[in-house]
Structures are given as structure tokens and as C-alpha cells.
Nanobody
Framework: QVQLVESGGGLVQAGGSLRLSCAASGRAFSTYPMGWFRQAPGKEREFVARIATSGSSAYYADSAEGRFTISRENAKNMMYLQMNSLKPEDTAVYYC??????????????????WGQGTQVTVSS
């Protein structure tokens, strides 16, 4: 089992940048496919980005492609989301999530077994 804690959210002006971090506890972090999701008020949780266990491949939602970068440091049990050129529509609570060990990657929230508590990102216009 793995426990996840996000940090790095905050208030930023449109066009600005933020870097979210996700700290994982437990062993075998490198065996968990990881992802970032977000949920805006009144909307369903949506996929943002995901990364393979080795970090060698990553996939992005269309809304994040070209602006966000997902990465991980398995030796430190950490995952990151670098967000650039932020827009007001990026405002949401951002969650990191992990699939079960040795699972394949997925862009569906229902496929993820472990979730952090979320960190608020607010982008002002």
C-alpha cells in the first residue's frame, strides 16, 4: 500500500507557473504507475497526466499537452507536475494517484487505487 501527499498548490496569475509535488510513503514506489487528476467545483474529476513506472513515458490530456510536464524520481519516492502558462480554467483541486503495483497505465480515475488529499490551484485572470 502507498500513501500520497501533494504540495505546491497556490494562487498564481494567468500565464504563471506552479510545480506540484507528490510524496509517496511505503516501499516499491517504482512499481506504481502514477497520475495527476484535477477536479473543479461542480465538475467531475478529470485526467491531467500520467507516467509509467520507470518515468520513460508520459501521457497528457489535451488541455495539458505542451504546458504541463509530469516527472518522477523513484529514488526519492516523488512525483511532480510542472505547470506553465497557467489559465483560469486550470483552477481546481489537483490530486496525485497511484495504480496498484505492476498495473498498466490508465487515464481513468476509477483505475487508481490510492489517492492523495489534493492541493488547491487557483489561477486568477
Amino acid at each position: 500500500q502507498v500513501q500520497l501527499v501533494e504540495s505546491g498548490g497556490g494562487l498564481v496569475q494567468a500565464g504563471g507557473s506552479l510545480r506540484l509535488s507528490c510524496a509517496a510513503s511505503g516501499r516499491a514506489f517504482s512499481t506504481y504507475p502514477m497520475g495527476w487528476f484535477r477536479q473543479a467545483p461542480g465538475k467531475e474529476r478529470e485526467f491531467v497526466a500520467r507516467i509509467a513506472t520507470s518515468g520513460s513515458s508520459a501521457y497528457y490530456a489535451d488541455s495539458a499537452e505542451g504546458r504541463f510536464t509530469i516527472s518522477r524520481e523513484n529514488a526519492k519516492n516523488m512525483m511532480y507536475l510542472q505547470m506553465n502558462s497557467l489559465k483560469p480554467e486550470d483552477t481546481a483541486v489537483y490530486y496525485c494517484a497511484a495504480r496498484r503495483s505492476f498495473s498498466s497505465g490508465s487515464s481513468y480515475a476509477s483505475d487508481y487505487a490510492y489517492w492523495g488529499q489534493g492541493t488547491q490551484v487557483t489561477v486568477s485572470s
